[in-house]
């Protein structure tokens, strides 16, 4: 309201007054202060009117019957606070927190040395630094260390010196009689026979592969089979010293059963004449029976579109 109109002002501030639902709010507009002020307190006065409707009729005696709002026996809900903020409150110091080796890392600097037997929990504490027993297969090794090997081991090889000058471990070679003479020659005749057997039988090894062809035989040791030499020379077979004798060609089985090459020809010729049919028809064998669809359904059904020329 401006400046001008002072009286219309004083006239509806004692209008309000007499109101006591009605509440003046100051605002601006021009500086945006007191708007969302205005905007708050104009919702919660909605929000109270459609409550106020709501618990006026029927349908809340039905709500309210199923509601239950627990409340304590007592009355009284006092705060919770927990004793350490009590004892902080009262001045009482919290117990030391423990450093963390980083802290101390950083404070002592290159002095720090890890040790991480400090914080066992033992029941003595003596016991922290103790040597760690090695267990190897189930046994402590400390129990089989024993500190005065060295000097048993000395004892022992004294003792070992003293029965060899006393002649304990020397022993007179006994004599044998006729029959382990025998014996004896008899065995070294039997493992002199089964040597011989043995060399026999390593020599015979290799005799037991499967038979080599003509023809490898004739390549390993460079020699040219005489039908092929006498296409290049000329000459017949019989001028050819090699160590095997070719055997004549077998004839192929396109002109097995044929007189001479006059009937070869006209056999051929019946050959390519029975063959046009089936190549006319893309057949892929005698056996094939494939009848193919002339005019495929995906391809010639149905109108062109735009961009469809490449089907028809």
Request: proline share 4%; glycine share 6%; aromatic share 4%.
């Amino acid at each position: 309201i401006n400046a001008e109109y002072g009286e219309d002002k004083a006239l509806l501030e004692q209008t309000f007054k007499k109101d006591d639902n009605i509440l003046i709010i100051p605002m601006s507009t021009f500086t945006k202060e007191g708007v969302s002020e205005v905007q708050n307190t104009a919702c919660d006065a909605l929000l109270a009117h459609r409550i106020e409707q709501k618990m006026s009729g029927n349908k809340v005696d039905n709500i309210v019957n199923r509601l239950h709002v627990a409340q304590p026996k007592d009355g009284t809900r006092a705060p919770h606070i927990p004793e350490a903020v009590l004892a902080k409150r009262a001045g009482v110091k919290p117990a030391e927190v423990r450093k963390l080796e980083r802290e101390m890392e950083l404070e002592m600097g290159d002095d720090y040395i890890l040790d991480l037997k400090k914080h066992y929990d033992l029941p003595n504490p003596d016991d922290r630094y103790d040597d760690i027993p090695e267990i190897w297969e189930g046994h402590n090794i400390a129990d089989f260390v024993d500190p005065d090997i060295v000097a048993k081991l000395e004892e022992l090889e004294k003792e070992e010196a003293m029965l060899e000058e006393a002649g304990v471990y020397e022993s007179e070679e006994e004599e044998l009689t006729e029959e382990q003479r025998e014996v004896r020659i008899k065995a070294g005749l039997i493992r002199k026979e089964k040597a011989v057997i043995r060399h026999q039988h390593r020599l015979n090894k290799h005799r037991n592969r499967t038979p080599v062809s003509e023809r490898v035989i004739m390549k390993k040791q460079g020699i040219k089979r005489a039908r092929s030499i006498s296409r290049v020379t000329g000459d017949t077979p019989m001028d050819v010293d090699a160590k095997f004798t070719t055997k004549k060609a077998k004839p192929g089985r396109d002109v097995s059963g044929l007189r001479d090459a006059k009937q070869v020809k006209v056999v051929k010729k019946m050959k390519k004449r029975s063959q046009i049919k089936m190549n006319q028809f893309g057949r892929a064998g005698e056996a094939d029976r494939h009848i193919a669809a002339k005019l495929p359904k995906h391809l010639f059904s149905g109108k062109r579109g735009a961009g469809k020329t490449d089907r028809r």
